[in-house]
């Protein structure tokens, strides 16, 4: 394995702790999984050379996978840590490493943990609306690329695993752990150069992150007998989850700790049908790994509805609703935040596609603030730091009432409103969505304190 300069590894993350227990367990146990694949769309045309803005330090999540430092040249192997012999989940727990960004012990991500209860402040009573992405966030499959579980990983590693190019133009990597934003200054993307790789480790230099990819990927398994609605085909004699075990996890914890909370999937795909006929099934109590959903009452809409933006308004439509804009700014932030159940609404692709895949395009997501009640939180594989290369579009309304929200950088809400899906951790912990949920909550009451103090540029810095 080629590395460019000194080692610029991270300290490890949770990603891989706990992975061996739960492959050599799943036989006993049963244990599931499951990821996403692009965007539903053709990959998006990155900048060449555009590196991605660097994380700040208390914002960065980087995967552990015990493989030797990077000036050892040798590829990312998850070996097993102090969680061996442990429950899965338990292990994933004890190996968190403690570290801003992954629910560990210290930092903006501390407190409790998944499993905690009542949270500081307001938190706890707040109503959440979770906006969750399908591909390579909650589903394992996308019906327009035509990629399964394989490729969709495959993709994913692409975009979190980074390097350089060398004197001779040879791609030389600056990390043998894959991470969510740059290990080191003047770090790129894999697809950043080479675009979203379906078959990023069969060949060429992602090759050597063949074995991460293989072992997440059993973990993806279905296990026992094909299920019609919660499994999806991949290769002969193969079936994956088509929705992570981590996400039905997560209803059914907020559940039974009492929660008000919807969710809205949010996706510029076309699974959402598909998607949606799954959890409602399950909340049937027809998923074999969660026959407890039989209990959570959120009514679920098969029906999808539509988002579609321009430099005028965003416009809402679902069956014989419509909402928009242009009026009043407030509209949609009224209409979210009074969902009940659980539905799911395509988003506008081309308009992302036309703003060259900045946030200025993204899928618009309204904060206000003032409204301590109410707690919007955006789950999606594709936010990132960097403005300029985002799928999300945050809008806040600074003054109390307002109707004209501002233009807010990701910055401001990462890990408070926003969270940048980390597919390799949500495939090996079903805790994983709780986890960030919990992050994000107890990070949204500080920065409600610090909003009544400061101007929206002073307020936070993560």
Known sequence: MALAGPSCNARSSDASAGLEARL????ARGKHSAPRSGFGHAPHPRRPGHAPGHAPRLLRRVHGNGSRAAGGGRCPAAQPRAGRGRRPAEAARAEAAPFPGNGGAAGAGSGGGAGSGAMSGGAGRRRLVLHVDLNNTVVAADAVSGQGPRAALNTFLS???WGRAGAAGEWQWASDRP????PCPGALSYYSRHGRDPAFTEAGPGRCFGGLHARHLQLLEWPGRPHDVFSVQGEPSKRYHLILPAFFRL???LHREGRTFSVVFRTFG???PRALRAVSCALAGQHPQFPTLRDV?????????QIRCSKREVVLTRGAERLATREDGR??????SSFEGIGGFQDHFDWWARNQFSSRGGKPLWIDPHDPSIHHIFIDDNIRLDDEDTIVHPQVFSERGSSSPRRAPTSELYDICLVQNDLLEAIADEDYFLRCVRRC???YDRYLACTEKDTPSQRWDG
């Open 179 to 182: 991470s969510l934003g740059p």
């Open 331 to 336: 509209k949609l932030y009224d209409y979210f």
């Open 251 to 253: 209803l059914d914890t």
């Open 270 to 272: 076309t699974d959402l």
């Open 441 to 443: 909550e107890e990070n």
């Open 159 to 161: 975009t979190v695993t």
């Open 24 to 27: 050599s367990g799943r036989g």
């Open 297 to 305: 009452a959120l009514p679920v809409d098969l029906n999808p509805g």
